[in-house]
Structures are given as structure tokens and as C-alpha cells.
Nanobody, 114 residues
Framework: QVQFVESGGGLVQPGGSLKLSCSAS????????LGWYRQAPGQYRIVVAT???????EYADSVRGRFAIARDNAEQTVTLEMNNLKPEDTAVYYCNQQPPFGRWGQGTQVTVSS
């Protein structure tokens, strides 16, 4: 079945960096667009970055210029490099297909705080 396993979150000070990783399985990874999503407390889950099967990346306005999404089709992984983190980036981060499909993974918590 479709499965996503996210890792790499943690506590970081404002201005710091983190790199998230997602391992995916159970579907034809190399022909699907993928995305990173986040859900802050009391808010809906939103998409922050997507990458097409050809590697074209798109970003939400709030993270453009600070975040970078990448994919490795051989390893079936998708990463999200996050720089110049802000307190408003605090959320649980998830990966999935774009548009989302199947059960969501556990996510990985990112907390930006001094």
C-alpha cells in the first residue's frame, strides 16, 4: 500500500536550517508529482512545496526563496531543505503525492523558537 515516512524535524532557533526527508513506497514514484505539506496547531494542512515528475518545483509564497524541494527517483525519496526558518514555520510536516493520495504518514515536527 501507499506509505510515506517523514524524518528530520526538530527544534531550531529562528534563522536556522533543517533538512526533512521522506521515504515513499507502494506506488509508481517516478511518474508522480510529490509535495511537502504542513499543519500548524489549529490550522488546516496546506501545501508548501511541490515537485513534478520532471523535477519542476513550485513553492508557497510564504516559503519561496527559503525552502528547496528535491527528489531522488532511484531511492524513492523526497527532501525539503529549509533555511532562514521563522517561528511561523512551526508545524508538523508531511509528504504525499500531489494531489494527495492515500493515508498520510506520521509527519515530522518542526519547531522554530528561541
Amino acid at each position: 500500500q501507499v506509505q510515506f515516512v517523514e524524518s528530520g524535524g526538530g527544534l531550531v532557533q529562528p534563522g536556522g536550517s533543517l533538512k526533512l526527508s521522506c521515504s515513499a513506497s507502494g506506488f509508481s514514484f517516478n511518474i508522480r508529482s510529490l509535495g511537502w505539506y504542513r499543519q500548524a496547531p489549529g490550522q488546516y494542512r496546506i501545501v508548501v512545496a511541490t515537485i513534478s515528475k520532471d523535477g519542476k518545483a513550485e513553492y508557497a509564497d510564504s516559503v519561496r526563496g527559503r525552502f528547496a524541494i528535491a527528489r531522488d527517483n532511484a531511492e524513492q525519496t523526497v527532501t525539503l531543505e529549509m533555511n532562514n526558518l521563522k517561528p511561523e514555520d512551526t508545524a508538523v510536516y508531511y509528504c504525499n503525492q500531489q494531489p494527495p493520495f492515500g493515508r498520510w504518514g506520521q509527519g515530522t515536527q518542526v519547531t522554530v523558537s528561541s
